[in-house]
């Protein structure tokens, strides 16, 4: 961290810093400024992104307890016992903490690590360097978002451990099962700390993305118009779009349950007996709290998918040394996606009793949204046509997360269509399409990310070998767990169960769920190689030399190996030509910086 | 203590992986980095070969290996229309799927980098984007067409001779209420709710209650043939009406009624015969997460032929006589709540 200490200044170096540590002279910043309480966009990047990777170890350590118990639902592990104490006795997992494992493991992929991790870290590293900012719009504001997903974190871990468990509901959290505490034991305490923990979550993602949003209108350097932005800039402008506009309704519906919850409304809650009583409760609709919850829950599914084709685009591109393939497709289809994310969410709803009528439209808007993610496949498929592929990590994964898209995106063209819907909900296809379109696949766009700017976080390469055994680990792990999973949920076998012995219809696929539970563990285990390449490649990876390892067209490249606070070291470099001019640039290089004026007579893109 | 070894083991097996992983970096340091990217490139490219087709012999198969497994042929005709458009949907998918995967690795492996190729500039065509908008428009309009018009027929209103059987979930089994031979179910209220002696808060001063049969094991008894009407409810949180052999599903809502209905085809027993599997059983499985004992919460569909239903329907008591055995209807005055503190409460939180 060479220049770690050398603030440059500029016109819009953190403005909201100056009290504590925008020092002129000084050459070390203390401890805390420069990483804990920092406000430089790279350092809150990378505060994300270890907190994401220690969420993604619980939550996946999580499923291999839960597989355990599927996969083998007849012997013990002791081990588990050391690890979960008393939700594990004798080594099995007791049905209310199975319950709870599943519920903590959704929460935990799709909010903690899939939404704060991975937009939170690359957001956070590229918006500003991508464009030619300094920092981001509000450094303090970016600060405060890291902070407040932090307590969200520190509540959810807390509510593992107290005695009644964390929240049990599925990660939906669906009333009344999540609203009466007589209904299970994790909606009691558990369930309220979720609330509160997602509560701060949304904050979190708010102020996050009001700063994203507002950084890339606003702070884009000279000559970087919208239409010279990166492809990755694009896709986190719409996921930040998507976060804003939706979460605050995810919120209205968590009040909402609070409120039921505590302070005796019936805004979800009508006509219920249980715990030998009948509830005062009358004329609420449960129906409510779902149609609040998918109106984000759905755009969150783009939310996590968005970050992923935008580095996809982005790798992809560079590392076949080609322009990437239909730029403006590329942002129309994205438009397009975030317009129809917000006119879908019903379609997790088809089964709900709501209007037959309804649903049609669902299915047709559902439908809809299949044509441009054909296109982005398209594009991606032809940008590496006459390519010049080179194989390093990065785009592997980026060539694994359009191969998962694919296999993932087709199965939703199943689920999306209400008569088959019909069938298929809530059983174990529902669960394959998912883990492999908006899991593995969203995680192999983070991976893609990762390996590709690890040199610009942290100036040195991560280990190739390690990165390739990974990769293959994964993508093959990663199918042979889901795509068996297909055949289980059309034959009808309901997901969240903790047990399938008894039952005449679903007891003999028990051979095959056992071979995803061994897959899985090995996987779990696979992806601890990442995390070692990761920690040790940051103290003792192969060093960066060169300012553009990659040969890549963008800004980044143009900073320093370590840039400091401000990031470029003299003025912020002008843009002159689009991000992709992967081309021959006269003089035996086979890209162009987009700093490069075009040389007379050359044409923009 | 194997604990102990275990863990020494797993992290032995990490630290070789690592040194691997440090040595390779050392010898292609030492061998020079571009000689080494061509030779790893060419391995990877043959790697991702490897992988499409092992890939392709894994999903046969899979195949192979389920299909011996799978649901029988659907009881139901809108079960049977569901197995077409499922096919159909799979082959367009397929179709799809097998075209571009195929092309992603093609591509991958015939454009990578050697010691003397170049990209070819080629960064966007209109023609091309406009080719591949418009197939899948147009095979996304033929899926919703198929789709809408299974699912209008799905959805629409039950024949008017079927039968009326009431279902309602409670953690964690399901009640079924039938008519009884006035073919009208009672009014019910949540409030009357009582384990001992009232599960579904039967109003008894609805006399349309007093021949309602309900069956606590959640057996449902149909006639084949002759379609049947479902009015689906819950008694406290949300739980969803399961029934894979008739391809269906509907949510059981608390204070909301939802309905479905099929006219079963098979019966039980042909059943046992076609899958060969002397256990068969329809089950009415419970597909939305609704407590600790969601995976146990099971019923079963009788499908019988005409005279065995009524036969089983003529062995069956009301459940206001097995309630009230001789004489005096226990009925509790109008308006007033379920009793509260002599209430059973052990079958909820067991």
């Known amino acids: 961290m060479n220049n770690a200490g050398v603030i440059t200044e500029g016109p819009s170096v953190a403005h909201a810093a100056s009290a504590e540590h925008h020092g002129h002279e000084h050459h070390e910043q203390h401890f805390i400024w420069k990483y804990i309480f920092s406000q430089d966009h790279k350092m809150i990047s990378k505060q994300f992104l270890v907190t994401g990777i220690i969420w993604a170890i619980i939550g996946a350590l999580m499923s291999v307890f839960f597989r355990l118990q599927l996969g083998f639902p007849d012997s013990t592990f002791p081990i588990m016992e050391k690890f979960l104490g008393e939700w594990a006795k004798g080594g099995k997992l007791s049905p209310e903490f199975y319950y709870a494992l599943v519920t903590m493991h959704g929460t935990i992929l799709v909010f903690f690590v899939l939404t704060a991790g991975l937009s939170g870290t690359f957001a956070n590293l590229l918006i500003p360097i991508q464009i030619g900012a300094r920092d981001m719009a509000s450094p303090f504001m970016n600060m405060l978002s890291y902070w407040f997903f932090f307590l969200s974190s520190v509540i959810m871990l807390v509510s593992l451990f107290i005695e009644t468990g964390p929240a049990s509901g599925g990660w939906t959290t669906y009333p009344p099962l999540s609203a009466l505490k007589e209904a299970s034991l994790g909606s009691g305490l558990g369930m309220d700390l979720w609330l509160l923990s997602m509560a701060l979550f949304v904050v979190s993602s708010l102020l996050g993305g009001l700063n994203y949003i507002s950084t890339i209108l606003n702070m884009r350097t000279k000559g970087m118009t919208m239409t010279r932005m990166p492809l990755t800039i694009w896709a986190l402008f719409f996921t930040a779009v998507l976060g804003v506009l939706s979460f605050p309704v995810l919120f209205s519906g968590f009040i909402l349950l609070i409120f039921d919850r505590n302070f005796g409304t019936s805004f979800y809650l009508s006509e219920i007996f249980i715990g030998g009583k009948a509830l005062p409760h009358i004329g609420g609709s449960a129906i409510l709290y779902q149609h609040l919850f998918w109106f984000l829950g759905h755009p969150e599914v783009y939310i996590i998918m968005l970050p992923g084709m935008g580095m996809a685009s982005e790798v992809l591109s560079t590392h076949s040394r080609k322009p990437i393939f239909g730029y403006f497709a590329m942002i129309i289809s994205l438009i397009g996606i975030t317009l129809l994310a917000f006119l879908v969410w019903a379609h997790h709803m088809f089964v709900t009793g709501m209007s037959p009528f309804l649903g049609s439209i669902f299915v047709l808007l559902t439908l809809l949204i299949a044509v441009p993610s054909a296109v982005k496949v398209f594009n991606w498929l032809t940008t590496m046509w006459r390519g010049n592929i080179r194989f390093n990590p990065p785009m592997m994964f980026a060539i694994g997360f359009v191969s998962l898209f694919i296999s993932g995106g087709l199965t939703g063209l199943f689920l999306g269509n209400s008569a088959i819907d019909i069938h298929l909900h809530d059983t174990y296809f529902v669960v394959a399409h998912f883990h492999i379109v908006m899991g593995v696949s969203a995680f192999f766009g983070m991976f893609a990310g990762i390996y590709h700017w690890f040199p610009k976080m942290f100036g040195r390469f991560m280990n190739n070998t390690l990165g390739y055994i990974h990769f293959f680990i994964t993508l093959v792990g990663a199918y042979l767990i889901f795509w068996p999973m297909h055949y289980e949920g059309i034959a009808g076998m309901p997901r969240r169960y903790y047990d399938f012995s008894a039952w005449e219809s679903f007891k003999h696929f028990q051979d095959i769920n056992a071979f995803i539970s061994i897959i899985a563990t090995i996987v779990f285990f696979a992806q601890l190689i990442f995390v070692i390449n990761f920690f040790a490649s940051m103290f003792r990876g192969r060093k960066v030399t060169t300012m553009n390892p990659w040969g890549s067209t963008t800004l980044e490249w143009t900073t320093p190996i370590n840039p400091g606070h401000g990031n470029w070291e003299g003025d912020i470099p002008e843009v002159y030509r689009w991000p992709y001019d992967y081309k021959d640039d006269g003089n035996g290089g086979d890209f162009i910086s987009q700093t490069t004026p075009l040389r007379p007579g050359e044409e923009s893109h | ?350």
């Open chain 2, 1 to 350: 203590m194997s604990g102990f070894i275990t863990v020494l083991l797993v992290i032995l097996v990490f630290v070789i992986i690592y040194q691997i992983g440090k040595a390779s970096e050392y010898a292609s340091a030492m061998r020079g980095q571009e000689v080494v990217k061509y030779k790893t490139n060419r391995v990877i490219g043959w790697l991702l070969v490897a992988f499409f087709f092992l890939g392709l012999y894994g999903i046969w198969k899979c195949d192979q290996y389920f299909k011996p497994m799978m649901l029988p042929v659907a009881s139901c005709e809108n079960g049977i229309k569901w197995d077409s458009m499922f096919n159909t949907t799979l082959v367009v998918t397929g179709i799809v799927f097998f075209a571009t995967q195929a092309i992603l690795f093609w591509f991958a492996f015939r454009y990578q980098t050697t010691e003397k190729s170049k990209s070819f500039y080629f960064a966007h065509s209109n023609k091309l984007e406009l080719i591949w908008t418009t197939i899948p428009a147009i095979a996304m309009a033929i899926l919703v067409a198929i789709g809408l018009r299974n699912w209008a027929a799905v959805t629409s209103p039950a024949p008017g001779d079927a039968t009326v059987v009431e279902v309602v979930g409670k953690q964690f089994n399901w009640l079924i209420r039938y008519p009884g031979k006035d073919n009208e179910l009672g009014k019910r209220d949540f409030r009357k709710i009582n384990d001992a002696n009232n599960v579904l808060g039967l109003d008894w001063s609805d006399p349309h209650n007093n021949d309602d049969i309900i069956s606590q094991k959640g057996e449902l008894h149909v006639v084949v043939g002759k379609p049947v009407k479902l009015i689906i409810g819950s008694r406290d949180v949300i739980h969803d009406v399961g029934l894979p052999h008739f391809r269906l599903k509907m949510d059981a809502v608390p204070g909301i009624t939802t309905t479905m209905w099929f006219k079963p085809t098979i019966t039980t027993d042909s059943m046992k015969r076609i899958t060969g599997n002397p256990n068969f059983v329809y089950e009415i499985s419970c597909d939305q997460m609704c407590g600790k004992g969601h995976y146990s919460m099971r019923g079963t569909i009788i499908v019988e032929t005409q005279a065995e239903y009524d036969k089983w329907m003529s062995e069956q008591k009301s459940y206001y006589a097995e309630n009230n055995a001789p004489a005096t209807p226990a009925a509790p005055a109008a308006g007033a709540e379920a009793p509260k503190a002599d209430s059973p409460k052990a079958v909820t939180m067991k």
